[in-house]
């Protein structure tokens, strides 16, 4: 009953974004933040309810939108999806446990009524028409076991962190900062290589922002920010809300094209030093890019796919020919 009547009341207008610092927001893509959420400890949140859709998922074989691992445990991580679940839910306290679940907006309508509601609030509070320049955008979950370690790395998208349960340290570094984040690690991320990030002692000197997140609280990063998350002593339950912007995904098919380059010999020009280059190199990888993504990683890297899938042929058939 509690959970119907929950569910009513925010779709007759409960906020999900606290409005105790509404000027923060002027800073959306810009820089990271920290602001308050009205999501702690919600129902559609809880783990038995995650699992419970993690198992659709799976019976469903959609193998895309559920990953789960142990840490160090190959013989658990080998074992069909289905044995996993059913140990994660006796193990997540004990710990090494890491499970994401993915497209929640596509499991269930109420989920895609958060992620509306929440995207409507933000273009509110930013004044950007961010509706008109959003290509796709999703929800994702992450349950983690206490002390559970998310390793270095950054994302493509426009990225808000609900934390629901739990407590974590979150820490964030500089996108712009290109000492911290070269050319060449982005190049590589928009290749196809998710963890092309490479984490130096010398990239937490030269500066980085550290949030401590309980639950009710938030962080924005903007793209590309690299981002390092360490779990309290808790199970930890979180939320990312993302969108990609078509300015994003513009720049992200020069970096395509500029890793090609570089892979030709030459030494191309960083987004936003030309623009006859730019808008050549973004129009070749939107011809080569699936017209109608059906998701994220269709949306980055089909184009680039296409560009790879001769070359792959061609390698796999070598190797045919060299095996005795």
């Excluded at 639950?215 to 779990?231: C, E, I, K, R």
Aim: with cysteine; charged share 25%.
């Amino acid at each position: 009953m509690y959970f119907s009547n929950r569910i009513e009341q925010e779709k007759e207008g409960m906020r999900v974004i606290g409005l105790d610092n509404a000027s923060i927001w002027k800073q959306l893509n810009r820089t990271p933040y920290l602001f308050h959420h009205t999501l702690a400890n919600h129902p559609l949140f809880d783990i038995p309810r995650l699992l419970k859709l993690a198992k659709g998922v799976i019976d469903r074989g959609d193998a895309t939108k559920f990953a789960l691992s142990v840490e160090g445990d190959a013989k658990f991580n080998s074992a069909p999806l289905q044995d996993r679940l059913l140990q994660a839910i006796r193990r997540v306290d004990e710990g090494g446990i890491r499970f994401k679940l993915s497209s929640l907006e596509e499991l269930d309508q109420d989920y895609d009524h958060i992620l509306r509601k929440t995207i409507g609030e933000v273009e509110d509070l930013t004044g950007l028409p961010l509706r008109h320049e959003i290509g796709l955008s999703g929800i994702t979950v992450f349950v983690a076991s206490p002390n559970m370690v998310t390793p270095y790395h950054f994302d493509n998208d426009t990225n808000f962190l609900f934390q629901i349960r739990g407590e974590k340290d979150y820490r964030i570094f500089d996108p712009q900062n290109r000492f911290v984040l070269t050319e060449n690690e982005i190049e590589r991320f928009y290749a196809g290589n998710p963890m092309a990030g490479i984490y130096r002692e010398e990239v937490v000197e030269s500066g980085s922002t550290l949030f401590h997140l309980t639950p009710g609280t938030a962080v924005h990063h903007p793209p590309l920010a690299p981002h390092m998350v360490t779990n309290g002593n808790n199970v930890s339950v979180s939320v990312s809300m993302w969108f990609a912007l078509s300015p994003v995904v513009y720049r992200a098919r020069i970096y395509q094209a500029n890793y090609c380059l570089r892979r030709l010999g030459f030494k191309p020009l960083p987004p936003g030093k030309s623009r006859f280059r730019d808008k050549l190199k973004n129009r070749t990888f939107e011809m080569l890019a699936k017209s109608n993504p059906a998701s994220h990683e269709e949306l980055l890297y089909s184009g680039m796919n296409r560009l790879k899938a001769p070359f792959n042929l061609a390698n796999r058939m070598i190797r045919r020919t060299k095996s005795p």
